[in-house]
T-cell receptor
Framework: QKEVEQNSGPLSVPEGAIASLNCTYS??????FFWYRQYSGKSPELIMF????GDKEDGRFTAQLNKASQYVSLLIRDSQPSDSATYLC??????????FGQGTTLQVKP | DAGVTQSPTHLIKTRGQQVTLRCSPK?????VSWYQQALGQGPQFIFQ???????QRGNFPDRFSGHQFPNYSSELNVNALLLGDSALYLC?????????????FGEGSRLTVL
């Protein structure tokens, strides 16, 4: 079993729709959860992090964490073509080592 | 404020050769982590350096080694290159004293092994 699992996609949504990206993790000791966005040929950039159960909103982005189900999600509202990228879920304990999923490719069609 | 810088950006090597990749962390950061990202995969943790010591290591063979210098910059060395070592090598930096989990990534060094 992979430590962090994501559906590789591609996930295709029309412009203006809500994109829902999901991630599960295996280590119950994980403490911090991150969503990185990676454009083709570029390095990952952090867009959201969440530490506690529940929802965390930042602009058009909402991260959701359910530790009991070992599940993290990212919602992108009013999706734009510029949101088309690979979204990487990552988890860590308290040591700075991030474990990444393989990423989900999102395509937002005009 | 310079971000994380890596060099070289691209390089081509042949099997059996050795390669050294370099990284300068973001200003004020003292911890450097290295990741390998194969095509279509997420980054895989190689190791992390803090106070010039390897603090953590992922599941990579001893052919992968590193170093951190007093100015916090770092090198990744890979010996006896294999075709499977072809990947994007990412350096990420953070500040130990105020760690929030956020890593700042450089643009990477793309290694092709022929």
């Amino acid at each position: 079993q992979k430590e962090v699992e994501q559906n590789s996609g591609p996930l295709s949504v029309p412009e203006g729709a809500i994109a829902s990206l999901n991630c599960t993790y295996s280590d119950r000791g994980s403490q911090s959860f991150f969503w990185y966005r990676q454009y083709s040929g570029k390095s990952p950039e952090l867009i959201m992090f969440i530490y506690s159960n529940g929802d965390k909103e930042d602009g058009r982005f909402t991260a959701q964490l359910n530790k009991a189900s070992q599940y993290v999600s990212l919602l992108i509202r009013d999706s734009q073509p510029s949101d088309s990228a690979t979204y990487l879920c990552a988890v860590s304990g308290n040591t700075g080592k991030l474990i990444f999923g393989q990423g989900t490719t999102l395509q937002v069609k005009p | 404020d310079a971000g994380v810088t890596q060099s070289p950006t691209h390089l081509i090597k042949t099997r059996g050769q050795q390669v050294t990749l370099r990284c300068s962390p973001k200003s004020g950061h003292d911890t450097v982590s290295w990741y390998q990202q194969a095509l279509g995969q997420g980054p895989q943790f190689i190791f992390q350096y803090y106070e010039e010591e390897e603090r953590q290591r992922g599941n990579f063979p001893d052919r992968f080694s590193g170093h951190q210098f007093p100015n916090y910059s770092s090198e990744l060395n890979v010996n006896a290159l294999l075709l499977g070592d072809s990947a994007l090598y990412l350096c990420a930096s953070s500040f130990e004293g105020a760690y929030t989990g956020e890593l700042f990534f450089g643009e990477g060094s793309r290694l092709t092994v022929l």
